[in-house]
């Protein structure tokens, strides 16, 4: 499953994005593109509303195809890693279906690729136990709080074990203290399964806390005006949220944003939804 | 339960009030008339079931109704099965096929202006005329077919909306595990359709009855209580209460097959939320 050594986890070369292209009201969501994220890293993408760093996130899953330029994901072409299931994806709203009991919704992906039901049981039980929720495997999503429920999308996105995690404001909805839990939950669990991970944010405490880069990106075109190394070490606890280097790194990722104007472009064009 | 005893009051209190030959406004007979013919007292409904049909026969009329009843449930069960397999075949493709929606679903709702009175005879004939080996089409079938013909358009409608009423985020989740469209279809959108399609399954069960009922009085099939309705109503004037029994037990059925459909949206639904409920 994982790459030979060496290989990218993901590298974006030129890519551009034009939403309605030729049309009246054409949108430039992203111009001139270029990252490299080795495998290990955790890199958030940050910036205002209409930055163009959902789509970025989208188009590293294919979920949407680049204007110019190209993806490449775990060394092979966006497509290809997405039909190879290289990656799990956790959005905003957990989207768990409700239908389905926590197991059989972490069960989901191992199930459109065709594992057995014993062998898709035990992975299921195994990454609730990850995602510490053992107790509420026969539950149903609506009997779960919003954290819990993040959690076991979490779980369903890492269920495959995927080299790479991307993440699109996953803890949006939470609230501040579920959501720092969440942030110690994340990093505990990419840790242990050694996952690589993109996470769109806009807190910038949350940017800084989690990642090892954080890439700020202005609109009008979405492009990337900086990236920032946070050195804050490997092993980062609720201690790590009160040191001056943390604070030093959330003043530095503020000032990168700050010459940035909020693009008033409205609806957002992170929400504009191609025609398929 | 009230509401039937309200019914009743309502039907019992037009009859002590009511004009004896109707009410005539401007010359127009409007208010229907209230004498024993016309509307027998609910009683007498009641104890009617107890007699035999006719002099000629002992068996109380509540079994040849029920006898009926069972026999047009059946024709209907079936009816409705048809309909839902063509309504639910349609849907997909509709939902599958943006050109397929276009071009058919005008088609299905002319389909439905047609009077199924002129259809009945015409779907009589076709069936007589198949032969397809050892197969002989029984007259029943062509009664089964009116009332799929009924119950197969809100299914259509109903499934084709559920199915293309799946949350954007869910149907990108099934795209980031490369899920086919076919996968999509049973582990996606159908669940999520559900809610859609029950209401839908509700309104065909009771127009399969609906359906059958004006198949078997237009066909002349023997046997059912759409049958029966119409040998009683040639007896109103000598045995009023007769008519209504046999209509009862075409409402009961309806009410007896919108039950099924409940039973299953229970079952269906048994582990999803319940706003409603609270």
């Given at each position: 499953m994982s790459a030979p050594e060496?290989?990218?986890a993901v590298e974006v070369r030129g890519l551009s994005k034009v939403f309605n292209a030729g049309r009246p009201g054409a949108v430039e969501a992203l111009v001139g593109i270029d990252l490299v994220i080795r495998p290990g890293e955790f890199v958030s993408l940050i910036g205002p509303?209409?930055?163009?760093k959902s789509t970025q996130l989208r188009l590293i899953a294919n979920l949407t195809e680049p204007t110019t330029g190209e993806v490449l994901v775990n060394g092979k072409p966006a497509r290809a890693a997405r039909l190879d299931q290289d990656y799990g994806m956790a959005f905003q709203q957990a989207g768990l279906f409700e239908w389905r009991s926590v197991t059989k919704n972490v069960e989901l992906p191992l199930e459109l690729k065709g594992w057995d039901r014993a062998k898709r049981r035990a992975r299921a039980l195994e990454m609730l136990e990850l995602v510490k929720l053992s107790e509420f495997a026969d539950h149903f999503p609506w009997q779960l709080s919003g954290g819990m429920q993040q959690r076991v999308a979490i779980a369903r996105a890492l269920a495959a074990h995927p080299p790479l995690l991307l993440m699109d404001e996953p803890f949006g909805a939470l609230d501040e203290m579920t959501r720092e839990h969440m942030q110690t939950e994340l990093l505990r669990i990419c840790a242990e399964t050694s996952t690589t991970v993109v996470f769109v944010t806009h807190s910038i405490p949350e940017a800084v806390f989690l990642s090892t880069r954080v890439v700020v990106m202005s609109p009008r075109p979405g492009r990337i005006t900086d990236v920032i190394d946070v050195a804050l070490g490997p092993e980062r606890t609720v201690d790590t949220r009160e040191t001056e280097a943390f604070f030093a790194r959330v003043t530095e990722v503020r000032e990168a944003l700050r010459g940035i104007q909020p693009a008033d472009v409205e609806p957002d064009i992170e929400q504009v939804v191609e025609e398929r | 339960m009230l509401a039937l005893l309200l019914v009743v009051g309502v039907w019992e209190l037009y009859k002590l009030i009511g004009p004896q030959d109707g009410g005539t406004i401007f010359g127009w007979t409007i208010l229907p008339r209230a004498n024993d013919t016309a509307m027998p007292h609910v009683w007498e409904m009641l104890s009617r079931y107890a007699q035999p049909e006719n002099r000629a026969s002992d068996t109380p009329i509540l079994i040849v109704v029920l006898q009926g009843a069972w026999f047009t449930f059946r024709i209907a069960l079936t009816g409705l099965a048809l309909g839902t397999a063509v309504g639910l075949g349609l849907a997909v493709l509709m939902a599958r096929f943006k050109v397929v929606e276009r071009g058919l679903l005008p088609w299905l709702v002319l389909s439905q202006t047609v009077p199924l009175i002129a259809l009945a005879p015409l779907v009589v004939s076709w069936g007589g005329r198949l032969h397809v080996g050892e197969f002989e089409w029984p007259r029943w079938l062509s009664a089964a077919v009116l009332g799929a013909f009924l119950a197969f358009f809100p299914v259509a409608v109903g499934t084709l909306k559920g199915l293309t009423s799946t949350p954007l985020a869910s149907l990108e989740l099934m795209a980031s595990y490369a899920a086919s469209w076919r996968q999509t279809l049973f582990k996606l959108r159908f669940p999520a359709a559900l809610p859609y399609m029950v209401p839908a399954l509700k309104l065909a069960a009771t127009a399969s009855v609906v359906g059958v009922i004006v198949a078997e009085i237009s066909t002349g099939l023997a046997g059912g209580v759409g049958r029966l309705i119409i040998e009683y109503a040639r007896e109103a004037t000598s045995d009023p209460a007769k008519v209504f029994t046999a209509v009862f037990g075409a409402a009961a059925l309806g009410l007896v097959m919108y039950a099924i459909v409940t039973i299953i949206d229970l079952v269906g639904m048994r582990n999803r939320p319940r706003e409603a409920a609270e």
């Open positions: 060496g290989t990218n509303s209409g930055c163009g | -």
